[in-house]
């Protein structure tokens, strides 16, 4: 498995070193009313499509292992290489300061690879949330 987890790290990496190309959401949609004021980031951001992340970035929700598969260690190494391509695509993850596990964060990263959508931009962040505001849901844990 470990083989597999590097190989898959090393695409990961591979990946963030060449950022997902953005269209020019202001030449696709030179009618939008934003574009007269330059206000540029209000036409992408009404107008870039909410894509799935697994569609996004070329990586199937397959490609991840199940978290039962995978020791700390590896799901540290997953986690790293995941948070680091959404970085590099300017996809920032909000959570905790600090975690239960690495496994705990891997499930929820594979998570919402799987189920959310992302819209990529050409300027600012878009921002996925982890907590889903009822205690009883929270994948953290209270302490957390």
């Not at 190989?7 to 953005?22: F, G, H, R, T």
């Not at 995978?70 to 680091?84: F, H």
């Amino acid at each position: 498995m470990q083989n597999y987890i590097s190989q898959l790290c090393e695409d990961l990496e591979l990946a963030s070193q060449k950022p997902v190309e953005i269209p020019d959401y202001k030449l696709l949609n030179p009618n939008h009313p934003a574009v007269d004021y330059g206000l540029d980031y209000i036409v992408a951001w009404e107008c870039a499509p909410d894509t799935p992340i697994h569609e996004a970035f070329g990586f199937p929700v397959e490609a991840f292992p199940p978290p039962e598969q995978l020791t700390e260690a590896q799901a540290t190494q997953l986690n790293e290489a995941i948070l680091k391509l959404w970085e590099a695509n300017n996809v920032i993850a909000d959570l905790p300061t600090r975690l239960p596990s690495q496994l705990v964060l891997y499930k929820e990263l594979r998570l919402k690879w799987q189920d959310s959508t992302v819209r990529l931009l050409p300027d600012g962040e878009m921002h996925l949330d982890f907590c889903y505001y009822v205690e009883g849901e929270c994948p953290w844990g209270m302490d957390f």
